[in-house]
């Protein structure tokens, strides 16, 4: 099995959406605090591109969240 469709990467994908829906921030919006096209985060969300720790690290600064609390 690809990693990328590895339960547990869907679950920590799953979990970047929710926190960037919650926080009512669109994928533009959130791309553009990336400094990435909108299709870099289309493709992570969409399972196409994974997702390495220091990207996590970023998006979740761009999300005013803490990777601690998200890795709970």
């Known amino acids: ?11 920590l994908i799953e979990k970047l959406i929710r926190i960037r829906e919650l926080k009512e ?3 533009v919006e ?3 605090r990336l400094k990435k096209p909108q299709s ?7 399972f196409d591109r994974r997702i390495d720790i220091i ?3 970023d ?3 761009c999300l005013n ?5 998200f890795l709970k």
Not at 5 to 11: A, L, S, V
Not at 40 to 46: D, G, W
Request: proline share 3%; hydrophobic share 35%; glycine share 0%.
């Open 59 to 61: 998006w979740l600064e």
């Open 55 to 57: 990207e996590l690290m």
């Open 25 to 27: 921030v669109t994928q």
């Open 30 to 32: 959130l791309a553009s």
């Open 40 to 46: 870099y985060v289309a493709k992570i969300e969409n």
């Open 65 to 69: 969240s803490n990777i601690y609390e």
């Open 1 to 11: 099995m690809s990693s990328i469709h590895d339960p547990r990467y869907k679950q």
